[in-house]
């Protein structure tokens, strides 16, 4: 079977359309609806049915996705494979959320290169349906998010379950709006921000960087809410305090995986490596 027919099958699955799966694949209509032709006639099966709603799965197409899915992660992990520098034994293709590599996965690398030299890695950075996107087709052996979609023949372990708590420099009112850093901490934050925490107002500056905002506030004073674990040396010097009754909210991470990564030695290596880190 033809790996582009197979990545645009998953693609139509993905995106609900044949209009939207080409848009993505940068090509047009036609060559989608052509590669799912040839398919079908190769399966002897229908797999879509289309509609002014989309297109949506047959039951031979719900089958056929399973191996759909396979076949592309096995073409991207032999590409990842033959791709192997001289001296490693395996790569190690990992992608997290930005705000998760400092201090998480940086610690994560340091780690591989101490415990697990012979594995190389392959480390990205992206938004959280673009890692999921590149973790279901192959790109991708592990994913790092806070607030993943469940996804079938995959794993998802909760790494840490940190708390967000309220600080606040020296010079700076607990109710002052103006000198409120709103961080982007992703929706489940935005959903418990909104509903949970005093009101603050318009914030005179939004971030979507932790350390980004944390830096801000260090240098120009303000408000706002960081990892417990992040701010703890900042509160020991004195350069921070809490804010006394804010509430704090949760901040959990998650390691996603496809379940066959199980099997492999070097998956459950960098998995263990997290594990580490985050201990």
């Known amino acids: 079977m033809d790996i582009d027919r197979a990545r645009t099958f998953l693609e139509i699955v993905h995106s609900g359309s044949f209009l939207r799966a080409a848009e993505r694949l ?63 034994t395996s790569v190690v293709a990992l992608g997290g959320e930005l705000s998760l590599w400092n201090p998480l996965l940086l610690d994560w690398l340091v780690w591989m290169k101490k415990s697990k030299p012979e594995i190389a890695i392959h480390a990205h950075v992206g938004v959280p349906d673009q890692l999921l996107e590149q ?31 309220l600080v606040r420099s020296k010079d700076t009112e607990a109710t002052s709006s103006k000198d409120y850093v709103y961080v982007d901490w992703g929706p489940l934050f935005a959903a418990q921000h909104d509903s949970g925490s005093a009101t603050f107002g318009e914030p005179g500056l939004l971030v979507g960087l932790g350390p980004l905002g944390l830096s801000y506030i260090l240098r120009a004073g303000g408000m706002g809410y960081f990892r417990k674990g992040v701010i703890a040396p900042h509160l020991e010097s004195g350069e921070l305090e809490l804010v006394e009754g804010a509430p704090e909210f949760t901040y959990p991470a998650y390691a996603v995986y496809p379940e066959p990564a199980e099997a492999r030695t070097d998956i459950q290596d960098a998995l263990r490596g997290l594990e580490e880190v985050v201990r």
């Open 26 to 88: 940068f090509v047009t209509q036609t060559t989608v609806s052509a590669r799912i032709r040839t398919l079908e006639e190769e399966l002897g099966r229908q797999l879509f049915v289309r509609n002014r709603n989309g297109a949506h799965l047959t039951p031979a197409g719900r089958e056929f996705e399973r191996f759909a899915q396979s076949f592309v992660q096995i073409w991207e992990r032999a590409r990842h494979q033959l791709a192997i520098p001289s001296g490693r």
């Open 135 to 165: 973790l279901r087709t192959g790109v991708l052996d592990i994913a790092v998010l806070y607030a993943p979609k469940l996804l079938p023949g995959f794993r998802v372990e909760l790494l840490e379950e940190e708390q967000l708590v």
